[in-house]
């Protein structure tokens, strides 16, 4: 008997159970040709756990077809049955905004919307720790929002800079020597706008690999948020 794991990812709401089938018939394909389970017992197995999200999903959380959800849940192969274990059944929902919502904060925004274009970007700073080697890990904030990381190395009178920030626009620092006044931390949170201004623009799958090796120097994981969760699909 083997537990696996069915993890449908972010999915449209009206699109779900396809979803649910094709993946149980992937993870299972090699134990469909080996002839453990057939292609009757797959399909029946989705099917019952479709049923079950439907209830969850439509009846119980009034979600639209609209919406956005992610499901995951363990089974446990024992050919010919697949027995779904309900208790580490996890949903996740997103709801879509309304169209008529949407525009009108779009309008809303556009008497703003050059100075928001060509205005500097406002971060901020938050000293997380060190590494074993010295090094001093910085989290970076916009409008109160973790969005990146700093890996700086202090050397005498300078200090070796490089990091990421993954929003409002995606960049990376390659390693950049400033010449540090004063108290680093301090240094830092008062040239942090300047420092990543020094940063080349480039796509947010690579800022976030960035920002994950820099955090993993403290054991830490960045936040997978809803989009990043989305452009992973």
Not at 30 to 41: L, M
Not at 168 to 188: F, N, S
Not at 200 to 220: D, F, M, S
């Amino acid at each position: 008997m083997t537990t696996n794991t069915l993890r449908t990812g972010l999915v449209i709401a009206g699109g779900y159970a396809d979803k649910v089938r094709r993946v149980l018939f992937a993870q299972l394909r090699d134990a469909i040709k080996s002839g453990e389970i057939s292609n009757t017992d797959v399909a029946r197995a989705a099917a019952e756990l479709n049923r079950l999200l439907f209830e969850i999903l439509v009846n119980k959380l009034n979600i639209d077809k609209g919406d956005v959800v992610r499901i995951t849940i363990e089974y446990e192969l024992d050919p010919p049955n697949i027995n779904w274990k309900l208790d580490t059944l996890q949903i996740q929902a997103w709801r879509r905004l309304p169209d008529e919502e949407i525009q009108a904060k779009v309008r809303e925004s556009l008497p703003e919307a050059e100075e928001v274009m060509k205005g500097a970007l406002e971060l901020g700073v938050r000293k997380l720790g060190e590494t074993d080697t010295g090094d001093i890990v910085y989290e970076v904030t916009f409008n109160d929002m973790s969005v990146g990381a700093l890996l700086v190395t202090p050397l005498n009178g300078s200090a070796v800079v490089r990091g990421a920030i993954t929003d409002p626009t995606p960049m990376v620092l390659k390693r950049t020597t400033v010449q540090v006044e004063g108290d680093i931390d301090d240094y830092i949170a008062n040239n942090i706008s300047t420092i990543v201004g020094k940063a080349r623009n480039t796509e947010k799958r690579e800022a976030q690999k960035v920002v994950r090796e820099i955090l993993a120097l403290l054991g830490r994981e960045e936040e997978e948020s809803v989009e990043e969760a989305y452009m992973e699909e």
